[in-house]
């Protein structure tokens, strides 16, 4: 750290604490809205609501008075914004679960926090019974807002930004392997994205409306699942209704979810071409439909299929919410199988699309792989071949397929890393693994002490820093975090 204040002249520290003022102020205002519904209710939250967005909003007013001599910045940092924003907005963030009387410390209500923004949805808490509306609202639009991206967001309320490093800022948020710039200004292209988002978002609510949720339920919901996200309203989740309509249309907008988010704006305007030559949408509605399959084939071979729906429905629906890691109903895995389990962990390793909502690596990332192992046993036999991995139609630079080599080994080396850690803390083998890949795939999925029977109260708290980590780790893609604890990010 001393020689990141010694050669502070190449990072622009005044401009970082500004930009993050910025984003405080926004943070800020989005509390207005849990806020209005503590008042709806009639809630004692609503002044509490009012304090944190008073703590928050005179953070952001102190940052944002802060006058930098230049307003530039470079890839540095954007790397260290992109950090240090999902840190510092989490931790504003979890001010609401430590004044609403949730009876939360400050590790579970950072760990809720930062569990809403990935998406994640792993929760600790016991029970949402006695819990304010503001706060259930709080944890929803939580993950609405990180599902797309906080930056991303600001991005698009914010054109300042796009003169001070715009596009680096983009490029360290979005997911995936390469990012299409959708219009000339990276501004314009977050407001694309977002626009899309919050469109979606606002025909799955009005959706549920005609269901047998309330308006309140409807919404949260509608923020949980374009989020893919998972974060319920009730101790019983979806259970409460049992609704095939409901889960019919929840399946559907889950699935947009793992969707690239520039295809679909492609596709709203009318642009049908990439949509008919994407082979990543292709291996995802293949993916769906192979875990449908063996879903449906395990619930009649076990003998749990009682009704049309349990062989329709449910299985589907299960597929989709894992594959784009919304995990929003969560099973008793033991139930399943060893055949569903491996498939579940399949898909939490993969997980959906880039550039969309989803985690996991992405499915982009093992198609080139796997047409890269492919040319590699073709140039065995024939060694004077030249082949080039292509995707969507186009040849992959082999800079990007070696960067996705290194992602994909990354990966697993940061899920190793983190089971051990989690076997330090004190978890059992099983659980020690699968929490890790559920929080860095971003899935929230839990299984044993963290499944159906428990949830994420029963690790220790020093395991619970730990998967806030990796759930921050993974919704970064790796890169953006690891390049913090590398001596070269800090050297001129």
């Not at 993916?287 to 062989?311: C, E, K, P, Q």
């Not at 428990?454 to 890169?479: C, H, P, Q």
Request: net charge positive.
């Amino acid at each position: 750290m001393a020689s990141f204040f010694r050669h502070k002249s190449y990072i622009n520290i005044l401009m970082l604490l500004r930009v993050i003022g910025w984003l405080l102020l926004v943070e800020a205002c989005i509390m207005i809205v849990p806020c209005i519904a503590g008042w709806i209710y009639g809630e004692r939250s609503t002044l509490q609501f009012m304090l944190c967005i008073a703590i928050t909003g005179g953070s952001a007013f102190g940052l944002m008075s802060l006058r930098p001599k230049s307003r530039e910045m470079g890839k540095r940092e954007a790397i260290l914004l992109t950090g240090l924003t999902w840190v510092i907005l989490s931790l504003y963030g979890m001010l609401p679960f430590l004044v609403c009387k949730t009876h939360f410390s400050i590790t579970d209500a950072f760990f809720e926090t930062i569990s809403g923004f990935t998406t994640t949805g792993a929760s600790v808490l016991n029970t949402l019974t006695e819990v304010p509306h503001s706060i259930i609202l709080w944890r929803c639009i939580c993950q609405w807002i990180g599902g797309l991206g906080i930056i991303i967001f600001t991005l698009a309320i914010l054109p300042m930004l796009n003169y001070t490093g715009g596009m680096q800022l983009f490029n360290a948020e979005v997911t995936g392997i390469t990012h299409d710039k959708l219009r000339p200004r990276i501004s314009s292209t977050a407001k694309g994205l977002w626009m899309v988002y919050i469109v979606l978002t606002g025909v799955l609510m009005l959706l549920l409306c005609f269901s047998d949720m309330n308006i309140f339920e409807a919404v949260c919901y509608g923020l949980s699942t374009m989020s893919t996200g998972g974060f319920a309203t009730s101790d019983l989740s979806l259970n409460q209704w049992d609704s095939d309509y409901i889960k019919s249309i929840m399946a559907v907008f889950m699935f947009l979810g793992g969707v690239n988010f520039s295809l679909l704006f492609k596709v709203a305007h009318r642009q049908w071409r990439p949509l008919l030559k994407n082979d990543v949408l292709r291996v995802y509605i293949i993916m769906a439909s192979v875990a449908y399959l063996v879903f449906t084939l395990n619930i009649i071979y076990r003998g749990m299929a009682h009704s049309l729906s349990d062989v329709t429905i449910d299985p589907l629906f299960q597929a989709i919410s894992i594959l784009s890691s919304t995990g929003i109903t969560e099973p008793d895995f033991d139930d399943w199988g060893p055949i569903a389990l491996i498939l579940v962990i399949i898909m939490m390793i993969m997980g959906a699309c880039a550039g969309s909502t989803s985690g996991g690596a992405k499915i982009d990332r093992f198609i080139i792989l796997m047409k890269f192992l492919s040319n590699e046993f073709y140039r065995m036999m024939h060694p004077s071949a030249i082949r080039t991995v292509v995707i969507n139609g186009k040849g992959t630079p082999h800079p990007v397929v070696m960067k996705t080599l290194a992602f994909l080994f990354l990966y697993v080396l940061v899920i190793l890393g983190g089971a051990v850690g989690l076997l330090i803390c004190g978890l059992h083998t099983r659980d020690a693994f699968f929490c890790c890949l559920s929080a860095v795939s971003n899935t929230g999925l839990g299984t044993d002490m963290t499944g159906v029977a428990g949830n994420y109260n029963a690790v220790s708290d020093g395991a619970k820093w730990l998967l806030s980590f990796l759930m921050l780790t993974g919704r970064l893609e790796i890169y953006t975090i690891l390049l913090l604890f590398t001596p070269a990010f800090w050297k001129k």
